[in-house]
Each structure stands twice: as structure tokens, then as C-alpha cells.
């Protein structure tokens, strides 16, 4: 295994996946901490799709390192450790704890960290990170509901994360190329720092990082990099040709579920909020008993057909906040978790085998929910965003969408790219 890649959510792993695949790695992804005796196919890399953003940090770390285990006992050659490109985090973690604890168990003293993502419009310079031409604190990301990030220096977010010292591999050495950027991370890692924030503004940049830190036991960041990396696997003669499964065709209704408060996913709804039938789970009603969820399964169930059927949690954030107030931040996300489960098992009984699913959260409630223990990655919608389909057990296509990725037209585009 060339790359053994462990993400902290579900559709930060497709993405990542599908990136690699891209390059030319033969990609499999597998869902939540493995079971030791869980057999894969033979890859170039396997990416682990964990549900630990928003836990705990002592359970995120347990997490990761489970899979460390899992990885390195499959020979493993590298480890990438994978987060969301703006960075998704609390000020306590959970980046900061999980690459400590990653970089402890490998025995390694340094590793490197960038969000950035040029294709998706996620840039850092000088060590903060741009969401397009705005900062990531005055970007949509300032009011996520479970990691508001309301401070784009990344050098001073981690550092509040870590026990280790935090440097920055800046724009011009970037610009400079590969030598360059090993020469600051050696001179970086000398000077006792533990984690380097790397510039980058195209992928030119990521390319020459990709290239820099391929020796390194464990690299940290975002698909961009982790595209840096498989393009300096390939000039070394490294990956094999050949890129996306062919995935199977399941002619069942389609059912787009969306738990994400994204900016990006509220415009992609209102895109199709006159063509699809929409049923909208408010919190408060599902706090009140379960008379809001059979409400909602009854009204899908009728309506499932030749037309995507919508489900949709999302909201704006002056309504996030409301329920916030009302019922707690924690509290709300497992009322609305626990609904896209009990909708995903429901729908699947009534034979849908086709979902799209907008959020890191929901899509690893609804994939838990079915069942699917590994994907075979598929053609791709939208940057970072491809079809999958369940390896074993019941037949599945899935798209996993994270929250701000995709344009207005997603779900239209995911419809009309179905195998």
C-alpha cells in the first residue's frame, strides 16, 4: 500500500479518494475503524473514512490510531492523516490531538499541515486560509453550527491545538519548488518545530509540497496535497494506470438527503426546491417525540418515483441558532442524525438504492445507517465529489457531498451522472 490515508469524515474520504484515483492510484475506501479481519482489494491506497471531526478528541484520537493500526499491519508506506480544506476544527481539536498522536505512534517528530485545495478554491497564504478572494473567519464557515471558524491564521488555530510548536513553509519557498521547500522543512524540524502550516495558491504549489514530503511517515492536509503526493508517487514510477470503478446501474428512485447548513448547499437546494418534491425536519419538532419523523418517512414514501425526492435539515443561520438556543448544539445534531438514519434504513427497505447526501455528519449517519462497510469510487459530479458504490452486501450508489463543495446545480448534476 503506498498510501494509507485516514479521514476525519465521510465525505472528506470520497473526497480525498476520488482525488487520488484522479492520479492514478488504485483507490479503495473503507467506512469507520475497521474490523481486524475486514479483507479489501489490493490498492495503492485505502482511505479510511472516520466519523471523528466533531467527537471528542479522546475518541477521535482512539479512532485514529485504530486505523493506524489497521493501515500499518497492511504494510502501509506512508500515512496521510486528512481534514476538511477550511480546516474544520474546534480550539481544541480535533487536528491538533490526532496528528500528536499519529506522529507519537509512528515515532516521528514532524509532519506538515495545509488545507489547501486551488480547485475548490481553498488557498493559503502566509499561512491563512482563503475560502475564494475572502479569509476563512469572514467566509459562510463563521457560522457552521459544530466548527465555526472564525480565525483564518492557521498557524495560530493549530497552535492552540497542539503540545508541539507550529512554523510555516511560506509562499516564496513554495514558489521555489520541491528542494526549497525539504531544505525549510529540515530547517523547520531543527529548529524543534513540530507541525509546518505550507503555503499554497495553485497546484503547482501542492506539487512541489507532494514532492517535498513524500518521505515523510505521516503528511497532513486536505486533497490537494494528498493529490501532490500521488503525482510524486507517479514520477517515480510508483502508480499504476487506470482511475474510477465502473459502477453498477440501479434503476430504483433516487433520494437526495441533506443535513449540511452550508452556504454552498442552501443555494443548491433552492435550485431544485421547485422541481423536487421537499419535505423540511425541523429539530424542534423532532424534540417533541416522533410524530415529525413518521410524518416525514409517510410523506417519502408517497412520493418516491421517477423524480428525486428532497429531505432536507438545512438551514439558514439565524434558524441554526434558534434551534441551538433551544435545545443545545449537541443535542440538536443527534435529533437530526438520528433522523436521517431511521429515513435512510426506511428508504432502503422500500427498495432506494440510489442516495445523494449533503454533509459530513448526515452522510456518515446514512451510510452507517445502510450498512456499507467499503466504496468503490465512480466518475466524479463535481470537484471532490464522486459516485460510489458499496462494496458487499446490498448494492448501493452513493454520493457524498461535503457541505460547501458543488455548485448551484449539484444535485441536477449528480442525477444526470448516475452509471
Not at 478528541?57 to 496521510?80: K, N
Not at 511517515?217 to 470503478?245: E, F, I, S, V, W
Request: hydrophobic share 50%.
Amino acid at each position: 500500500m503506498l498510501i494509507g490515508c485516514i479521514a476525519d469524515d465521510l465525505t472528506g474520504a470520497t473526497d480525498l479518494a476520488v482525488t487520488l484515483a484522479r492520479e492514478g492510484l488504485s483507490v479503495t475506501q473503507v467506512n469507520g475503524v475497521p474490523e481486524p479481519a475486514l479483507a479489501v482489494p489490493a490498492s495503492d491506497a485505502v482511505v479510511v473514512a472516520l466519523k471523528s471531526r466533531t467527537n471528542h478528541a479522546e475518541e477521535a484520537v482512539a479512532w485514529s490510531l485504530a486505523a493506524l493500526d489497521w493501515l500499518r499491519a497492511r504494510d502501509a508506506e506512508r500515512i496521510y492523516f486528512k481534514y476538511c480544506s477550511t480546516f474544520d476544527s474546534t480550539p481544541r481539536g480535533n487536528i491538533g490531538p490526532v496528528a500528536d498522536a499519529l506522529l507519537e505512534k509512528l515515532g516521528a517528530d514532524f509532519t506538515v499541515a495545509t488545507p489547501a485545495y486551488p480547485r475548490n478554491a481553498r488557498t493559503v497564504y502566509l499561512g491563512h486560509l482563503f475560502v475564494g478572494d475572502q479569509l476563512l473567519s469572514d467566509s459562510g464557515m463563521r457560522d457552521h453550527p459544530l466548527t465555526p471558524m472564525t480565525d483564518a491564521n492557521l498557524l495560530r488555530v493549530l497552535a492552540a491545538q497542539t503540545r508541539g510548536r507550529v512554523g510555516l513553509v511560506p509562499y516564496a519557498d513554495v514558489e521555489a519548488g520541491a528542494e526549497v521547500v525539504r531544505a525549510r522543512c529540515a530547517a523547520l524540524r531543527a529548529d524543534g518545530v513540530r507541525h509546518a502550516i505550507l503555503d499554497a495558491t495553485s497546484d503547482a504549489h501542492l506539487v512541489a509540497a507532494g514532492e517535498a514530503c513524500l518521505d515523510l511517515a505521516l503528511a497532513t492536509g486536505g486533497a490537494g496535497l494528498g493529490m501532490g503526493l500521488a503525482r510524486a508517487l507517479a514520477a517515480r514510477g510508483r502508480a499504476r494506470p487506470g482511475a474510477g470503478a465502473a459502477l453498477p446501474r440501479l434503476d430504483t428512485p433516487v433520494a437526495v438527503l441533506s443535513g449540511s447548513c452550508s452556504t454552498a448547499t442552501l443555494a443548491q437546494i433552492e435550485a431544485v426546491r421547485d422541481d423536487y418534491p421537499c419535505f423540511q425536519l425541523d429539530p424542534l419538532q423532532l424534540a417533541d417525540g416522533p410524530a415529525h419523523i413518521e410524518a416525514a418517512l409517510t410523506w417519502a414514501g408517497s412520493r418516491l418515483g421517477s423524480t428525486p425526492i428532497l429531505v432536507a435539515a438545512s438551514a439558514p443561520p439565524e434558524s441554526v441558532a434558534r434551534v441551538h438556543a433551544a435545545l443545545g448544539q449537541a443535542r440538536a445534531a443527534v435529533l437530526v442524525e438520528a433522523a436521517f438514519r431511521r429515513l435512510a434504513r426506511d428508504l432502503a427497505a422500500r427498495g432506494v438504492r440510489r442516495f445523494v447526501v449533503a454533509g459530513g455528519e448526515t452522510a456518515g449517519a446514512v451510510v452507517e445507517a445502510l450498512g456499507v462497510k467499503a466504496l468503490a469510487i465512480g466518475p466524479e459530479i463535481a470537484p471532490g465529489v464522486p459516485w460510489t458504490a458499496a462494496v458487499g452486501g446490498e448494492p448501493y450508489l452513493l454520493a457524498l457531498k461535503s457541505g460547501n463543495f458543488g455548485g448551484p446545480d449539484f444535485f441536477r448534476r449528480a442525477v444526470e451522472r448516475l452509471p
